[in-house]
């Protein structure tokens, strides 16, 4: 994302409301929207000009993380939509324009018992990205999964 969330880890609590604008619809923050909760934490940062967050939708509502991350003042990478200009950083190249949102793990409760976990890498515009930033690439252990509850 651009910019770094102060403080480091918390909880977005902020409702979302769908509206109709130019271009179509789109989802817009509203204290009297339908009820939306997203925690996060920053896994790395690169000054203050870009980090690396681990998001952890508590509902799943249609551009929640979007439109969080945006309430926050910190849009992400390359979400014109939702961050308009504040999302891209200057001479960081092609790739640093496109998206920068993944779903980078999941775990589940295994039909059979136990626990399933899908990861998936960095597709090749973030890792482009990382590489800029000086991010490390590699799957780091979840940090929510301490506090999940499956």
Same mark, same amino acid.
């Given at each position: ?77 390359? =979400? ?65 999964? =301490?506090?999940?509850?499956?």
């Amino acid at each position: 994302m651009t910019g770094v969330p102060r403080p480091a880890m918390g909880r977005i609590n902020l409702g979302l409301d769908k509206r109709a604008g130019k271009g179509g619809e789109k989802v817009v923050a509203d204290e009297d929207g339908k009820p939306a909760i997203s925690d996060y934490r920053v896994i790395e940062h690169a000054g203050r000009s870009a980090a690396w967050l681990s998001l952890e939708p508590v509902t799943g509502r249609t551009h929640q993380l979007r439109v969080h991350c945006a309430a926050l003042g910190t849009p992400i990478l390359g =979400d014109g939509k939702y961050g308009g200009t504040e999302a891209f950083i200057k001479g960081s190249g092609k790739a640093a324009r496109q998206l920068h949102l993944h779903a980078r793990a999941i775990r589940i409760p295994n039909p059979g018992g136990g626990i399933l976990e899908v990861n998936a890498p960095l597709p090749d515009h973030m890792k482009k990205t990382w590489k800029l930033l000086g991010f490390e690439e590699g799957l780091e252990p979840h940090p929510f999964y =301490d506090e999940i509850k499956i």
